[in-house]
Structures are given as structure tokens and as C-alpha cells.
């Protein structure tokens, strides 16, 4: 069955918004939970606001409490107007929000559930236009995955228009996995019901717009692109810092530990974006293919010898901006044994002709000094010392520094004279900022994963063999901790980590950005 | 001459030799890095605003000075009177606002008055104080002048865009100023009248995006338009309101013929007398259907319907009267002007010419 192409609106030529999605059921599973309230529907909301969602889009709440569409609605609101981008509220929009928003009760292992579930959508399909299409957002802990696909697929809840239907989408979150053979199980499950092109699994880091302006800054211009290669390149740092610690979420990180919560997957994404080559077209399978090319590319840790390139590290007990905190192990809910890693650096080479022998050098951690995400790439000196005699000339390598977050913006550092009779240098930074620059505030990044789902787009999302092929990577090491005798090395909260991931890149004669 | 810099610093216009404009504003800039707190200084943009009333160049100042904290810019602001004595004098300042943890962000601008025969040095002067490899944007501020063409011209030399306000325009003639300068220069012009239809275009086209409406908008039989206006008699008012019946039109793949009728096609407008203007309501009929867009008058919101045996819920966006400093940021942040208006422009005018006529 072919299915035939609308003609365009020709009243969208020229407007912000070319492409509008067509009106869904989006089904939140687990819409009592903290993912929900904080980022899923107030992201809903502020689309609402800017006028971007489609007349009739509807948004279903399913979850365990007994709540009726009217207390959803009410709790809803409450959330938005705490964390929606577009706070606090508009009344008028917000009516017109609420009249798509309804709840439906049932336990995510309940077949009668499905059935109420599916009337809902039926008559909502009748009532407000949504044409048979579901989006499914699965914001459930990961073990739920199965049984929720199994009893969609059971109840007839997913169709495709390969099949003559209208499109079924399911959104995934991370974790996708706890290792290769978790995650490929889950990934198996998946498509017992859903087909690969039908399943978003949802990296936040890839709606974010300073790493979508990766690609912008590599791919739309024509300067940097001659310089990105082993040729000019030293060595590239990648930072994930985070000021807090596990807040409430001891037990799950207790099973994960930082390299499974970042490592895997944010810093992947941000690791191929910065690597990857130019792909054929900027289309979600072209992209992706060369992303997943980069994680192919990445060098197994020496065995037997991993401590030599990855190091852990646990926050022990010290002071973040100001206030005193506890060490890991003090956490609520946390081991007092725990030797589970809240710190990670590796250094990795993807081993491909454009970057062979270039270290990336990759570090996470909770309880750092400051939260921040960073890519700096430090490029290789000038090849001759000009003014290496010269007293007061201390030449410097060039930095271009992106910062993802906080205050996202662009600098490059390099070597001025200073003005005067004798030649000095000092480096000197050109720095873009979006703020400066741009001044609006940037949409969230669940709001714009949001509606790239509804318009079929999966450009920003994860594939499956990205997925799986990083934690091909990842798992032996992983591996090797778990088996190791040795606990993490410790690090005061407060501080960039432990002493050994300084060691590390030391030994290669380079030290951490501060960023 | 540093007292005087403290105080562009803080806002105030300082007049400065327009010979050393430049010169000032760097040692303006000196300082502000030695002895202020954490100032970014910021452009996107080159835009030269032209005033022949000082009541017009103090709030194009004013507006300028408000966008640039959305677009920060290069703000030169020019008033010239021929038949004024032969003078000319320049003046700068600083635009700083507030980024947040203390840092500043500061854009500068320049003001130059002249009259009599030193009005004709003006466009090398301005020329001159453009920053390189920004594009410039030239705002005409008020009525367009039909005269001295050759000023005008060397002006908008280097010009990347043509603002214009056409509420401000007397006669449907205005509108084929526009739509010449738009031909003959290799950027078209952006009209601010265009851009307040924005939420309007896009409610319209909210209208057509179900699939089972798409094929619709062929069948566009009526266009009727409400909207208020302040001055009933003053033909700017209802240029608004021209443009969206045009584009609906354009839009529809139908044309507007000499005399400014629409063959198959109805188009009324009714401009009601208030304190506010703006348009209130456009109703569509197509075949088998019919919809309508109407503006809350205090909800600041556009709520779309649609009947018939359609069953598609009302939509709703936000909208709100937009000030010109807000209309001249949307402009700006668009990367290029709206094609569009350069379709519309043709239609929009041969049916202003069969109101007038009428
Ligand atoms: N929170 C975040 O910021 C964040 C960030 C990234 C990824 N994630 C991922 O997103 C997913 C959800 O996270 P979360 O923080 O929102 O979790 P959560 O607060 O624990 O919410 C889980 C939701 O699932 C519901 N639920 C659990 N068991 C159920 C059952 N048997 N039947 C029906 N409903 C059931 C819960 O309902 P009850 O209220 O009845 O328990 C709740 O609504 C997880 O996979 C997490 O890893 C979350």
C-alpha cells in the first residue's frame, strides 16, 4: 500500500512554522510521574503557547492514581505554571490546552486498562480529529517497556501506514539498557510490536539547540571544516559537570553510576557530532549513519590495562557554591558501601582516517564544582616557534571552546601582541554568545523533540545500532569495574575529581580545560 | 572630551565632531573595558533609520533603542531638512541593558541632523560608519517622499533591506513606490504592515492544514474582513486588511484583474471607527464550508472555527498588538524579507485603487 502525499498548504509559505503536524492522541504512560510534571507537559504546554500545536492535538494522561480529567487538569496546571518555559499561564490558552487533556486510570499490567484506554482514543478520533493517530510516550521506569508494547500490540493499538493505517510513534527514555544484552533484549522486544522507524528513543541532549548548532557550525561553514582532522587537531575534551549530587534518585543511580547515566549516551551523541563526517543529507537515517560510523570507530580500552585510560572516581563528603554536602555514600537511599562511580574520565580514540592517534579526552561527574557541558577543541601549536627566544612570548595553543550550557556560546582563543614597544603575547578570546546575540530565550528541549515526533521526523533521535554499538563499546570496561577489588577513587564534592584523572591526561603532557 | 563619554555611556546624547565619530565611539568602548563592570558590546546589524520631523526621529530613537536589546545593533538615526539652514551635527550614545549576574550588553548610536545643501553629504557619511560585513537595514520612518529620488537612491545604496510602515502612507501610490523600489533593487522591501499579519497568516493557514480541508482553499468563494481603525478617512489604516485579502487570493492561485475585481470571488471589507485599530474578523466561505477568524478583543488571542460536516475544534493563538519596536525585531530576525509581500503588493494595490475609485 503507497500512501499518497498531501499537496502543501499554501498558506504556510513563507511562516515561521512551514510544516504543522497533523492532530495526534499523544498517550503519556506514567503521567503521575516526576518526568511528566516537570518536562513532558509543560513543554506541551509552552507549544500550545507559541502556537504550535495542531487544532485538535490531544493529550492523554495514563497512570495508577483515580484522578478524573478535571483533578489531571488542575495538577497540570499547577505544574506548568512552575516549569513551563512560557510561565506563568495564559488563561485563554490554557482553556484551550485543557480541552484536549484527559486522563485515563489503569495499571500498566492491567489488559482492561488497554480496553478503556482504546475507547478514549477512539472517541477523541471522533471528537477532535485525530485520525487514528497515537503517539505513545512510555515515561515509565524501563522494565515496564515489554508488557506495555505486548499489550498494545495484543490489543490491536498499533497500526502503520505501511499497513494501510494511520502512524503509531512510541517514544522511549533512557536508559535504554543497563548493557548490550539488556539493551538489545529491549530493542528486540520493540520490534516484536513496533517497527525501527516508529521508535524515538529519546536523547534530551539532541534537542538542545547548541548541539544541533554542532552540525550549523561545522557543516554551514566553510572555515572550520579544512582545520577539523588530525592535521591541526591535538586533542579534544569533552566535559558533562554537574554541581548536584544524586538528589532523590539514590536507588537508580545506584544501579547505573555516571558512565551509564552520561557516558553512554549524552556524551556519545555529543562525541559523534563533534567526529563525525559530512553527511550526505541532512535527513535522519544520512545523519545517523555517520554518527554511528564514529562509535564503530572507537578504540577498545587495552585490556588489562583500562586504569591506564578510564578513571572513576565517588564524591565524598565537601562543599558545592557555598554549602556544605555530604559524600556519596551519605546519600538517602544510597550503599554506605556504595561502589558505584559519580565520576568518570576516559581517554578514547576513534581510530578512522580523519582522527587517527587524536585523544579525546572525556569526563562526567556529580557534585563538580560548577554545572556546565563543554567541547573544546585544542589545536596542534604553530608548527615553527617564531618568538620562542623572544623574552615575555609564551605562545599558547589555539582553543575553540563550545559551551552546550550554561551561557551556550562560541570563543576561540589565540595569541595577540600586547601593545608596546617589545614583543609580548597574551591570549585573547572572540566570543559568540547566544544570549548576546540572539536574545530570546531557546525552546526546551523536550518541546522541540516533542513536535519533531508529531511531524515523523527522527533526526534528533537515537537509532537502535547507535545505541547498541555504544555499549559494545562501553560494556567490557564497565566490565572491569564491577569485577575490580579496587574502589573508586575518591574526590571531595567540590573539587574537578580525583587526582588520577589528572594524572591521566598529564601523562600525555596536557592538562584539563577549566571550564 | 571623558565626561562627555561617561555620559554616552549612561544613555546620554553626546555630541561629538562628526569628522571623529568613529574615533569616539572606540574610545568610548576603551573605556567602558577598563573601568566598567563585565560590557559585552554586541551588533547584528546596521540599521539606519530616516526622519524628517524631530517628533519622528526622537521615537525612532526610542524604538530602535528598545529593539536593540532583541537585535543588538549599529543604530544610526539620520533627520535631514533641504530647506533647512546648512548645518550638520552629530550626536552619539550608548544602548546598554542588562544580561543578567551583571553583565551589560551595549550597542551604540548615532545621530545626525543636517540641513540645506550639506543633506547631500549625509549618504557618504553614513557609508562610512557602517560595520563591515553586517548587513544594513533602512528604515524609512513616516510617508515616502515622491521627490529628490537621486538622494533616496544613494541612500539605500548599500541597503540589505527596506523597512517601511505603510499605516503611515496616504495614497494606494505609496504602495507602488514600494512595489517599484522592490524591483528595481535586488532586496525586496519589508512592509511592518506585512508583519502584523503574521498571527493572522498563520490562523488562516491553521484552517487548511487538516487534510480533509487542504483542498479547500481553491474553492474560496467570499472574503469578508472587519476591522477597526482610528482615522476612517486615512487610506494607510486599511492597508492591513488589503494585504490579507490579497495574499488569501494570491494564495488561492486566483488574481485580481485592472480594475481590481476578483473573478468567482466576493471581497468586502467593513473598517469600523475606534479607539484601537486592527482587524477583528475575517470569515471565508468555500465550497461546502465556511470559517472564521476572530480576535478576542481582550484575551489578545485568535480563535479560528471551522462548520459545516467538518468536524475539526477551535484553534487558538496568541496575538497582541504589537509595537513597532517588536514588528522591526520580528523583521530582523527573519534572514532574509518576505518574498511574499512582492506578490501581494500588484493585488493589494488594484484593489485599493477600486476602493479609492468607488
Ligand atoms: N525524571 C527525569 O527527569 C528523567 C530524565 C531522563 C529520563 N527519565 C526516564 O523517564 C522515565 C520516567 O521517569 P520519572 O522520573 O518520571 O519516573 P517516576 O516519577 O517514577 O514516574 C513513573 C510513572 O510510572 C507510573 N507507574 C509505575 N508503575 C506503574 C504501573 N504498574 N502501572 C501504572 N503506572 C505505573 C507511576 O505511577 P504512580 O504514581 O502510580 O507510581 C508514575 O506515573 C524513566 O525511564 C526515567 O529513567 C526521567
Redesign the pocket.
Same mark, same amino acid.
Do not use: N, Q
Given at each position: 500500500m503507497t500512501t499518497v502525499a498531501l499537496e502543501p498548504n499554501p498558506l504556510r509559505e513563507g511562516l515561521e512554522q512551514e510544516r504543522v503536524p497533523d492532530a495526534s492522541c499523544l498517550v503519556i504512560f /506514567? $503521567?503521575? /510521574? %516526576?518526568? @511528566?510534571h *516537570?518536562?513532558l507537559l509543560p513543554a506541551l504546554y509552552s507549544l500550545a503557547h507559541d502556537g504550535l500545536l495542531p487544532a485538535g492535538q490531544t493529550i492523554i494522561g495514563f $497512570? *495508577? =492514581?483515580d484522578y478524573g480529567d478535571e483533578a489531571f487538569r488542575a495538577d497540570i496546571r499547577k505544574a506548568c505554571n512552575e516549569f513551563a518555559r512560557t510561565k506563568p499561564v495564559d488563561d485563554a490558552v490554557w482553556e484551550n490546552f485543557a480541552k484536549g487533556l484527559f486522563y485515563v486510570q489503569g %495499571? +500498566? @499490567?492491567e489488559p482492561e486498562a488497554y480496553n478503556r484506554l482504546n475507547q478514549k482514543l477512539t472517541e477523541c478520533d471522533r471528537t477532535r480529529g485525530t485520525g487514528g493517530r497515537r503517539i505513545y510516550y512510555l $515515561?515509565? !521506569? !524501563?522494565n +515496564?517497556f515489554p508488557v506495555i508494547a505486548e499489550l498494545l500490540g495484543a490489543e490491536g493499538m498499533v497500526t502503520d501506514p505501511e499497513r494501510g493505517g494511520p502512524y503509531t510513534r512510541v517514544i522511549i527514555?533512557? =536508559?535504554f539498557g543497563h548493557d548490550l544484552a539488556t539493551a538489545r533484549e529491549l530493542n528486540r522486544v520493540a520490534v516484536t510490536t513496533f517497527r525501527e522507524r516508529q521508535v524515538f528513543r529519546i536523547d534530551h541532549y539532541l534537542g538542545k539547540e547548541t548541539v544541533q548548532n554542532l552540525l550549523v557550525l561545522r557543516f554551514a561553514n566553510g572555515i572550520f571544516e579544512p582545520f577539523w582532522n588530525r592535521q591541526y587537531i591535538d586533542h579534544v575534551q569533552l566535559t558533562v559537570a554537574e554541581s548536584i549530587g544524586v538528589e532523590k534518585r539514590g536507588p537508580y543511580f545506584e544501579s547505573a553510576g555516571i558512565a551509564r547515566d552520561i557516558i553512554q549516551n549524552h556524551m556519545m551523541q555529543l562525541l559523534s557530532l563533534v567526529a563525525m563526517e559530512p553527511p550526505v543529507a541532512f535527513e535522519a537515517d544520512a545523519v545517523r549513519d555517520e554518527k554511528v560510523k564514529v562509535v564503530r570507530a572507537l578504540r577498545d580500552f587495552p585490556a588489562g590495562h583500562e586504569s591506564s585510560s578510564a578513571v572513576r572516581g565517588q564524591y565524598t563528603a565537601g562543599s558545592v557554591l557555598g554549602e556544605a554536602v555530604p559524600g556519596y555514600r551519605q546519600e538517602e537511599r544510597v550503599s554506605p558501601t556504595s561502589r558505584v562511580e559519580t565520576y568518570a574520565a576516559m581517554k578514547v580514540f576513534v581510530d578512522n582516517w580523519r582522527w587517527a592517534d587524536v585523544p579525546f579526552y572525556l569526563r562526567a561527574g556529580k557534585r563538580l564544582p560548577k554545572r556546565v557541558t563543554d567541547i573544546s577543541i585544542h589545536f596542534r601549536p604553530a608548527p615553527y616557534p617564531l618568538f620562542k627566544k623572544v623574552a615575555g612570548v609564551r605562545t599558547q595553543p589555539n582553543v575553540l571552546a563550545i559551551r552546550i550550557q550554561p551561557d551556550e556560546g562560541i570563543a576561540l582563543k589565540f595569541d595577540s601582541k600586547v601593545p608596546g614597544p617589545t614583543v609580548r603575547t597574551a591570549p585573547v578570546t572572540m566570543e559568540f554568545r547566544y544570549a548576546t546575540s540572539f536574545g530570546a530565550e531557546p525552546p526546551e528541549a523536550y518541546e522541540r523533540l516533542l513536535l519533531e515526533t508529531m511531524l515523523g521526523d527522527s533526526t534528533l533521535f537515537a537509532r537502535r545500532d547507535e545505541v547498541e554499538t555504544a555499549w559494545a563499546w562501553l560494556d567490557p570496561l564497565l566490565h572491569v569495574w564491577e569485577e575490580s577489588p579496587e574502589p573508586p577513587d575518591p574526590y571531595p564534592a567540590g573539587t574537578w575529581g580525583p587526582p588520577s584523572a589528572d594524572a591521566m591526561i598529564e601523562r600525555d603532557g596536557r592538562r584539563w580545560r577549566r571550564p | 572630551m571623558s565626561d562627555n563619554i561617561r555620559d554616552a555611556i549612561a544613555g546620554e546624547e553626546v555630541r561629538v565632531d562628526y569628522n571623529s565619530i568613529e574615533q569616539t565611539l572606540a574610545e568610548l568602548w576603551r573605556i567602558e573595558k577598563t573601568e566598567g563592570e563585565a560590557v559585552t558590546r554586541a551588533a547584528l546589524w546596521n540599521v539606519v533609520a530616516h526622519a524628517s520631523s524631530s517628533e519622528h526621529h526622537t521615537s525612532a530613537s526610542e524604538i530602535l533603542g528598545r529593539a536593540s536589546i532583541a537585535v543588538p545593533q549599529r543604530t544610526i538615526v539620520i533627520r535631514t531638512n533641504p530647506e533647512g539652514p546648512p548645518e550638520m551635527a552629530a550626536w552619539i550614545s550608548a544602548n546598554c541593558h542588562l544580561l543578567g549576574a551583571g553583565k551589560q550588553v551595549c550597542s551604540e548610536e548615532i545621530s545626525i541632523v543636517a540641513g540645506g545643501d550639506r543633506v547631500e553629504r549625509v549618504p557618504p557619511l553614513v557609508h562610512a560608519l557602517l560595520i563591515p560585513d553586517m548587513p544594513v537595514a533602512f528604515w524609512w520612518v513616516g510617508d515616502l517622499p515622491h521627490e529628490n529620488e537621486a538622494y533616496v537612491r544613494s541612500l539605500l545604496g548599500p541597503a540589505d533591506r527596506l523597512i517601511v510602515d505603510s499605516v503611515h502612507f496616504d495614497s494606494p501610490e505609496d504602495l507602488g513606490l514600494v512595489q517599484r523600489t522592490g524591483e528595481r533593487t535586488s532586496t525586496p522591501p519589508a512592509d511592518l504592515n506585512w508583519v502584523r499579519l503574521d498571527e493572522w497568516r498563520a490562523a488562516a493557514a491553521s484552517v487548511f492544514d487538516p487534510p480533509s480541508m487542504r483542498g479547500r482553499l481553491k474553492t474560496l468563494r467570499e472574503i469578508r474582513i472587519i476591522a477597526n481603525v482610528t482615522d476612517i478617512a486615512y487610506f494607510g489604516e486599511s492597508v492591513e486588511a488589503l494585504y490579507l485579502a490579497s495574499w488569501l487570493v494570491a494564495q488561492a492561485g486566483m488574481g485580481v484583474d485592472d480594475s481590481g475585481n476578483i473573478p468567482d470571488l466576493s471581497c468586502t471589507f467593513e473598517f469600523r471607527p475606534a479607539d484601537t485599530r486592527g482587524i477583528l474578523r475575517v470569515d471565508l466561505e468555500m465550497d461546502g464550508s465556511s470559517a472564521a477568524i476572530e480576535r478576542h478583543p481582550e484575551r489578545c488571542v485568535l480563535t479560528t472555527n471551522v462548520d459545516g460536516q467538518l468536524n475539526v475544534p477551535e484553534a487558538l493563538l496568541r496575538t497582541s498588538r504589537k509595537k513597532v519596536d517588536e514588528l522591526i525585531v520580528r523583521e530582523l530576525k527573519q534572514p532574509e524579507s518576505d518574498r511574499l509581500l512582492m506578490k501581494v503588493l500588484p493585488s493589494a494595490i488594484r484593489i485599493a485603487r477600486r476602493r479609492s475609485a468607488a
Open positions: /506514567g $503521567a503521575s /510521574g %516526576d518526568l @511528566t *516537570r518536562k $497512570a *495508577r =492514581p %495499571d +500498566f @499490567t $515515561a515509565v !521506569p !524501563p +515496564f527514555e533512557k =536508559p | -
